[in-house]
C-alpha cells in the first residue's frame, strides 16, 4: 500500500525568503507525485504533478519540486514567496500502475509573515 | 474549471437528523469521490463511485452512504448524523484525461457542523 508522510505540520517564512516542503512517499514502483494547495474557505487546486521524465517540475505561482528516487521524495521549493503562497500544502501520490485513489499527506500549513 | 458544485456549501444541524450532500459535475466525469478534512488528519476518503449506480467505500465510511443514481450527481448521507462529522467535506472527480494517474478536482467543500 501506498503512504505519503509530510513531517512539517507548520511552517513559517518570511516574506521574500525560500520555501521547502518536504513530503516523503512509499510506494513500490515508479509513482504518480502531485502538490495541491488549499486557500483558506477554498477547494484543493493542482499545483504541479510528475509522471514521468525530467525530475525536476514546474508548477503554477512559481513553484516546483524535484522528485528523488533515492530518496522517496518529491519536496516543494519556491525561491521567493509571497503573502499570497499562505495556505495549507498537502503532497498526494497516485500509484503508476493503475490506480483510482490517490493517497494524500496531512498536510503543511504555511505561514508568510510580512 | 472541472464544473463541480457542492451543495449545500455550509450546513448546521443537530446529532441524530439525517444530512444529504449533493455534488454535481456537469463534464460527465465517470470517477467521482467524497472525502472529509479534519486537522491533522488531512483528506481522508469516505466513498467513491465509478459509474452509475457504481459505488465502492474508502478508509472513514462508517456512518456514511452514498448514491449515484446518475453520472452528474454523487449523494452522501449521513443516515443519523453524530458531532464526529462535524467536517469539511470535499467532492473531487477524476478527468478523462488524467483517469488512471489519481490526479483529481475538487469542489470547493461543504461544511458541516453537527451540534
Known amino acids: 500500500a501506498q503512504s505519503v508522510t509530510q513531517p512539517d505540520i507548520h511552517i513559517t517564512v518570511s516574506e521574500g525568503a525560500s520555501l521547502e516542503l518536504r513530503c516523503n512517499y512509499s510506494?513500490?514502483?515508479?509513482?504518480?507525485l502531485f502538490w495541491y494547495v488549499q486557500s483558506p474557505g477554498q477547494g484543493l487546486q493542482l499545483l504541479l504533478k510528475?509522471?514521468?521524465?525530467?525530475?525536476l517540475v514546474q508548477g503554477i505561482k512559481g513553484f516546483e519540486a524535484e522528485f528523488k528516487r533515492s530518496q522517496s521524495s518529491f519536496n516543494l521549493r519556491k525561491p521567493s514567496v509571497h503573502w499570497s503562497d499562505a495556505a495549507e500544502y498537502f503532497c498526494?501520490?497516485?500509484?503508476?500502475?493503475?490506480?483510482?485513489?490517490?493517497?494524500f499527506g496531512r498536510g503543511t500549513s504555511l505561514i508568510v509573515h510580512p | 474549471d472541472a464544473g463541480i458544485t457542492q451543495s449545500p456549501r455550509h450546513k448546521v444541524t443537530e446529532t441524530g437528523t439525517p444530512v444529504t450532500l449533493r455534488c454535481h459535475q456537469t463534464?460527465?466525469?465517470?470517477?467521482m469521490y467524497w472525502y472529509r478534512q479534519d486537522p491533522g488528519h488531512g483528506l481522508r476518503l469516505i466513498h467513491y463511485?465509478?459509474?452509475?449506480?457504481?459505488?465502492d467505500k474508502g478508509e472513514v465510511s462508517d456512518g456514511y452512504s452514498v448514491s449515484r443514481s446518475k453520472t452528474e450527481d454523487f449523494l452522501l448521507t449521513l443516515e443519523s448524523a453524530t458531532s464526529s462529522q462535524t467536517s469539511v467535506y470535499f467532492c473531487?472527480?477524476?478527468?478523462?484525461?488524467?483517469?488512471?494517474?489519481?490526479?483529481?478536482?475538487f469542489g470547493e467543500g461543504s461544511r458541516l457542523t453537527v451540534l
Open positions: 498526494a501520490v497516485g500509484a503508476s500502475g493503475g490506480s483510482y485513489i490517490p493517497t
Open positions: 463511485s465509478y459509474g452509475v449506480k457504481d459505488t
Open positions: 473531487a472527480i477524476t478527468s478523462g484525461s488524467t483517469l488512471n494517474t489519481g490526479e483529481l478536482f
Open positions: 510528475y509522471f514521468s521524465g525530467d525530475t
Open positions: 463534464e460527465n466525469h465517470r470517477y
Open positions: 510506494y513500490g514502483a515508479t509513482p504518480y
